[in-house]
């Protein structure tokens, strides 16, 4: 199997499924049986785009500037941020669906915070 192969399956499949996921998800109405306490959507959100901002990250480690730290850090940042707004814009356009400002910035503050613990994972791990 070829690098490039192996470098899609393990690293850009895993994100282009997840996306997928989400954009599917965001078709049907919203589950009935959501973790009850306040501002639990808002968790969900933070959580689900972390998990993408770390996804981003890992696949950009596979392009030519994998060892600009501050590039990696910012387009993973907004790759994952950008998917999260324009899954909100998708939402106003679905019918039981709405969109929620405070859904976007959980979106983002998720992203954000997802590559931040994943950069300072893989340098913990490498010291």
């Not at 993408?52 to 890992?58: A, E, H, K, S, V």
């Not at 954000?112 to 950069?119: E, R």
């Amino acid at each position: 199997m070829s690098t490039k192969l192996k470098h899609f399956i393990l690293y850009w499949l895993p994100l282009l499924a997840y996306c997928a996921f989400i954009y599917i998800q965001s078709d049907y109405p919203p589950p009935e049986t959501l973790p009850s306490f306040n501002f639990s959507d808002k968790l969900l959100h933070f959580v689900a785009y972390a998990l993408m901002g770390l996804l981003f990250y890992r696949a950009y480690q596979t392009l030519s500037f994998k060892n600009n730290r501050q590039l990696l850090l910012v387009l993973s940042m907004a790759s994952a941020s950008l998917y999260g707004i324009s899954d909100e814009i998708h939402q106003h356009f679905v019918p039981y669906r709405e969109a929620d400002f405070f859904d976007a910035v959980a979106d983002i503050l998720g992203a954000i915070c997802g590559v931040y613990v994943y950069q300072f994972w893989q340098i913990r791990k490498k010291n």
